[in-house]
């Protein structure tokens, strides 16, 4: 089975950062696409930030100029560097992966979400 493991998730003041990690438990034999979402309470969930296999990336309005999404292919991992952190930034975030392993063929799925939490 696929595993979508999330971390980096936590309390920060405003003005501060976090480093979200999306590690997948099996090798990746491509990648399609592999994104963030959020949820805020009362909201609908809405994209972040997402990039392809080969390298392009995209952000929501919202972030742009303060988050940037990377990819390790060495540990089959994506990240989402969040700074300048607001309020309203405060949501769960949700690892979304688009793949090709070797063993399984095309997977698509969903992290457990890690929740940030921006308050002074």
């Known amino acids: 089975q696929v595993q979508l493991v999330e971390s980096g998730g936590g309390l920060v003041q405003p003005g501060g950062s976090l480093r979200l990690s999306c590690a997948a438990s099996v090798r990746i034999f491509r990648i399609n696409v592999m994104g963030w979402y959020r949820q805020a309470p009362g909201k609908e969930r809405e994209l972040v930030s997402s990039?392809?296999?080969?390298?392009?990336?995209n952000y929501a309005d919202s972030v742009k100029g303060r988050f940037t999404i990377s990819r390790d292919n060495a540990n089959n991992a994506v990240y989402l560097q969040m700074n300048s952190l607001k309020p309203e930034d405060t949501a769960v975030y949700y690892c979304?992966?688009?793949?090709?392993?070797?063993?399984?063929?095309?997977?698509?799925?969903w992290g457990q979400g890690t929740q940030v939490t921006v308050s002074s």
């Open positions: 979304n992966a688009d793949l090709l392993v070797a063993s399984l063929g095309r997977y698509n799925g």
């Open positions: 990039i392809t296999g080969g390298g392009r990336t």
